[in-house]
């Protein structure tokens, strides 16, 4: 099977976003593993006087956590996908939360450089078909010594954690894809996982595409091995490091 990229896989997420929260709310740990993503951003005061951009923000899982992390940031979700952002536009915000239907390479265009001082990307990472190209952009957009905060499906590289993440999709994933008429967007995911970077290996992408102070932190239960957050300061704007 191919991978979903581009307009075919927002077309997927839109078909998806119908289930999409439901899914997501009966798998062990996603939301609080959001928050503690987000929280690892550091964000000092509740994240007061600073502008906050959710990337791949879907149906706005990661903007709560967002949220919660920093209740007093300003808060702007792009997405792609236009049936995942009706279903966060439908949810009750706070004025201080924004939504943009954009896809991350296009965003260079939409914003100013160093318009945010914070970017977070919730499991987007590993959708796209350039993730060298968007950390560029999220570069450009993050004001000097801004925080990066990435919360991706990365093995950890040994074999038992591919094999936990085929055997969870063999017996939760997949099935529950097919329940919902989504077979293709949850085979995406499986096989999205297991090509992408390690999480080393996405450190490194990180590093390499202009990031410095990058940490890789695990998360907890099943996901230990499998999930991790990445956090790393960008070098700000056009310039140098801050
Ligand atoms: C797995 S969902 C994660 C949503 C949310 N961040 C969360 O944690 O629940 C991935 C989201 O990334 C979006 N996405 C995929 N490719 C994108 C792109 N090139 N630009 C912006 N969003 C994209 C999809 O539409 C989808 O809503």
Redesign the pocket.
């Known amino acids: 099977m191919t991978l979903l990229r581009g307009d075919a ?2 077309a997927a ?1 839109d078909h998806g976003s119908t289930a999409y929260d439901r899914l ?1 709310a009966a798998s062990p740990g996603y939301h609080a593993h ?1 928050r503690r993503s987000a929280r690892r951003l550091g964000l000092a005061d509740g994240g007061r006087g600073l502008r906050v951009l ?6 706005g ?2 903007t709560a956590a967002l949220l919660t992390a920093a209740p007093h940031a300003r808060i702007t979700g ?4 236009a049936g ?1 952002l009706d279903r966060a536009r439908a949810k009750s915000w706070p004025k201080t939360v924004d939504f943009l239907h954009a ?3 296009e965003l260079a265009d939409r914003f100013a450089p160093a318009s945010f001082d914070a970017v977070f990307a ?3 990472f590993r ?2 078909t350039d993730p060298d190209a968007a950390l560029g952009v999220v570069r450009e957009l993050l004001a000097p010594g801004g925080r990066l905060g990435v919360h991706e499906y990365t093995l950890g590289g040994s074999p038992v954690h591919r094999l936990v993440w085929n055997a969870v999709c063999r017996a939760v994933v997949l099935p529950a894809g097919r329940l919902t008429n989504d077979a293709r967007l949850y085979r995406h995911l499986r096989r999205s996982v297991v090509d992408f970077d390690t999480a080393p290996a996405f450190a490194e992408r990180l590093g390499r595409a202009g990031f410095w102070r990058v940490r890789v932190l695990p998360l907890p239960g099943w996901q230990t091995g499998i999930t991790h957050t990445f956090v790393a300061r960008g070098a700000g704007g056009r310039g140098g490091r801050a």
């Open positions: 896989l927002s997420f997501v959001l959710d990337v791949g923000c879907g149906t899982a990661s792009v997405d792609a996908s995942m896809p991350v390479e919730g499991y987007l959708n796209l």
